[in-house]
């Protein structure tokens, strides 16, 4: 087989590792980087190769530089060379280079074997394989048709305007205190990133808030699975009136479907004029950490350059820049900037399947965000192959990592999904507990909890109806759809008392 003693690039000994700035919206790959950095080599390897299960071209080549070099793992050129084989197919950095080396350096029989071997690996590991266990089947016949709000033909579900339901009032406002928020506090840094500095301008704006938020509408009109994607001070009202609030429902071909949503809320819809009248010190915050991003060609502050044209609507900039920023930058790998990108064209439906696209990128990265996202569009998408399967693996990888609304859809499959290899009571329940802290408020919650306890074994069907009865009760108040709630709870009850009967679990 193939020796230690071949003469290959420097790039291979050296190993590619970029390695971008970590915070709570740090993917998966990020963090195999870094413990690649620190030397810790048993905690980058099982990262890599579970970014290498769904097709990370990245962890390929990694996984191939510490097979050559031994680092981590006993050293093999055999098994580097197919790990780089895999790389080359995405055409990742010089890979394909430094698979024709190795090849060529190989006897005959020994080059034979090695690319049979590929081949198998890239059945199982390379794009076609990945595609076909992982991602979503499009339905091509579909990807032109909108969903569309109201049953018309409108494709903007806030006939009201969202800054409408909460503003600050100008009585509300307190005074910032820049003597304690000098100028080196900030310096070049996000200072509203959820952070320190966050902390620090949740002390200087505390009523009067900015609030941009993802969410999902629900076939029934109803807002659920906050993620807060931009915030200043505390958007706790803003968040209670739109979840309070439903919006106008989605329909796909006269079918009530679900789709995602963004809202602007409080300073996020204020004009140029009002932001620098009214908060003066903001303005000049936000202008001053955009300046020193405007000439940088590093991919990630173009992203971040992106993101604050995006957010801060009154910052001045040409037609198109912040999307062509977050082009570049998605085109360059970063994940965030992959999946804000793919977000944008999915939710304006002006590119659905390229937005799914860009979205399954940051996905193969590892970023939460992104995993629920594609977990969600593969679970009741009306353009893709709805797939259970599929769509729990995303779903479970991203509750793994304790995302909320991951971990709820991930319990509900685990009680009702028809596979049955998919049905798991005790994955639900472990779900369920780590959210009883934060979700009790929730009704959805509250019915996954029924379901729980109507499907574990022994069956505690008593527990269950008072979980569902709280169900109902607060999807009422919040105005949900609780049809099928309700007639859940007619199969598990009999003339008001608890009949214990054989039941499907769903």
């Given at each position: 087989?193939?020796?230690k003693?071949?003469?290959?690039?420097a790039?291979?000994?050296?190993?590619?590792?970029l390695i971008?700035?970590?915070?709570s919206?740090?993917?998966?790959?990020?963090?195999a980087?870094?413990y690649?950095q620190?030397k810790?080599y048993?905690?980058?390897?099982?990262?890599?190769?579970d970014?290498?299960?769904?097709?990370?071209?990245?962890?390929?080549?990694?996984?191939?530089a510490?097979?050559?070099?031994g680092l981590?793992i006993?050293?093999s050129?055999s098994?580097?060379?197919i790990?780089f084989?895999?790389?080359?197919e995405?055409?990742?950095e010089?890979?394909a280079?430094?698979?024709?080396?190795?090849l060529?350096?190989?006897?005959?029989p020994?080059?034979?074997?090695?690319?049979e071997i590929?081949?198998?690996?890239k059945?199982?590991?390379g794009?076609?394989?990945?595609q076909?266990?992982?991602?979503?089947?499009?339905?091509?016949g579909l990807?032109?048709?909108?969903?569309?709000f109201?049953?018309?033909?409108?494709?903007?579900?806030?006939?009201?305007?969202?800054?409408?339901?909460?503003?600050?009032?100008?009585?509300?406002?307190?005074?910032?205190?820049?003597?304690?928020?000098?100028?080196?506090?900030?310096?070049?840094?996000?200072?509203?990133?959820?952070?320190?500095?966050?902390?620090?301008?949740?002390?200087l704006?505390n009523?009067p808030?900015?609030l941009?938020?993802?969410?999902?509408?629900e076939?029934?009109?109803?807002r659920?699975?906050?993620e807060e994607?931009?915030?200043?001070?505390?958007?706790k009202?803003?968040?209670?009136?739109?979840s309070?609030n439903?919006?106008i429902?989605?329909?796909?071909?006269?079918?009530?479907?679900?789709?995602?949503?963004?809202?602007?809320?409080?300073i996020a819809?204020?004009?140029?004029?009002?932001?620098?009248?009214?908060?003066n010190?903001?303005?000049?915050?936000?202008?001053?950490y955009?300046?020193h991003l405007?000439?940088?060609?590093?991919p990630?502050?173009?992203?971040?350059?992106?993101m604050?044209?995006?957010n801060?609507?009154?910052?001045?900039?040409?037609?198109g820049?912040a999307?062509?920023?977050?082009k570049?930058?998605a085109?360059?790998?970063v994940?965030?900037?992959?999946l804000?990108?793919?977000?944008l064209?999915y939710?304006?439906?002006?590119?659905?399947?390229?937005?799914?696209?860009f979205?399954?990128?940051?996905?193969?990265q590892?970023?939460?965000r992104?995993?629920?996202?594609?977990?969600?569009?593969?679970?009741?998408?009306?353009?893709?192959v709805?797939?259970?399967?599929?769509?729990?693996?995303?779903?479970?990888?991203?509750?793994q990592?304790?995302?909320?609304?991951?971990?709820?859809?991930?319990?509900?499959?685990k009680?009702i999904?028809k596979?049955?290899?998919?049905?798991d009571v005790?994955?639900?329940?472990?779900y369920?507990d780590r959210?009883?802290?934060?979700?009790?408020?929730?009704?959805?919650?509250?019915?996954?909890?029924?379901?729980a306890h109507?499907?574990?074994r022994?069956r505690?069907?008593?527990?269950?109806?008072?979980y569902?009865?709280?169900?109902i009760?607060?999807?009422?108040?919040?105005?949900?759809?609780v049809?099928?709630?309700?007639?859940?709870?007619?199969?598990w009850?009999?003339?008001g008392?608890?009949?214990?009967?054989?039941?499907?679990?769903?």
């Amino acid at each position: 087989m193939l020796t230690k003693a071949l003469n290959l690039p420097a790039l291979i000994m050296s190993v590619l590792v970029l390695i971008w700035p970590v915070n709570s919206s740090a993917s998966s790959i990020d963090q195999a980087d870094i413990y690649f950095q620190q030397k810790q080599y048993q905690l980058a390897l099982k990262q890599y190769m579970d970014l290498a299960d769904v097709g990370n071209a990245r962890a390929y080549y990694q996984l191939g530089a510490m097979y050559y070099n031994g680092l981590g793992i006993e050293a093999s050129s055999s098994n580097a060379v197919i790990w780089f084989a895999l790389a080359a197919e995405s055409n990742f950095e010089n890979s394909a280079e430094i698979v024709a080396d190795l090849l060529s350096r190989a006897s005959e029989p020994d080059r034979v074997k090695l690319e049979e071997i590929i081949t198998v690996f890239k059945d199982k590991y390379g794009k076609q394989g990945v595609q076909r266990k992982y991602f979503p089947e499009f339905k091509q016949g579909l990807l032109e048709q909108k969903i569309v709000f109201g049953g018309g033909d409108s494709l903007d579900p806030n006939y009201i305007v969202d800054d409408e339901l909460s503003l600050p009032e100008n009585d509300d406002f307190e005074t910032f205190d820049e003597e304690n928020f000098g100028e080196d506090e900030l310096s070049n840094e996000d200072p509203f990133a959820s952070s320190a500095n966050s902390n620090k301008l949740n002390l200087l704006i505390n009523r009067p808030y900015m609030l941009v938020v993802d969410y999902d509408i629900e076939p029934d009109g109803s807002r659920r699975y906050f993620e807060e994607i931009q915030t200043i001070g505390n958007p706790k009202k803003g968040l209670e009136d739109l979840s309070n609030n439903n919006a106008i429902e989605p329909t796909f071909n006269g079918k009530k479907v679900s789709f995602i949503q963004r809202s602007y809320l409080g300073i996020a819809n204020y004009n140029k004029f009002e932001v620098r009248e009214q908060y003066n010190f903001l303005y000049s915050k936000v202008r001053k950490y955009v300046r020193h991003l405007a000439d940088s060609e590093n991919p990630v502050d173009k992203y971040n350059y992106a993101m604050a044209l995006l957010n801060f609507t009154w910052l001045t900039q040409e037609e198109g820049q912040a999307e062509a920023l977050l082009k570049s930058s998605a085109d360059a790998g970063v994940a965030l900037a992959q999946l804000e990108y793919g977000l944008l064209l999915y939710r304006e439906q002006r590119d659905i399947k390229l937005g799914i696209e860009f979205i399954t990128k940051a996905a193969q990265q590892g970023l939460i965000r992104a995993e629920y996202r594609l977990g969600k569009i593969i679970l009741d998408s009306p353009w893709v192959v709805n797939d259970n399967k599929k769509a729990l693996f995303w779903l479970d990888n991203a509750a793994q990592k304790e995302h909320i609304a991951a971990s709820l859809k991930a319990a509900n499959l685990k009680l009702i999904a028809k596979d049955k290899t998919l049905l798991d009571v005790s994955g639900a329940i472990d779900y369920l507990d780590r959210l009883s802290a934060t979700e009790q408020a929730n009704p959805e919650y509250h019915y996954l909890q029924a379901l729980a306890h109507n499907n574990m074994r022994p069956r505690k069907l008593s527990v269950a109806v008072t979980y569902i009865r709280e169900a109902i009760a607060m999807g009422e108040d919040r105005d949900w759809d609780v049809t099928h709630w309700q007639n859940t709870l007619k199969r598990w009850t009999s003339g008001g008392s608890v009949t214990i009967v054989e039941m499907d679990s769903d």
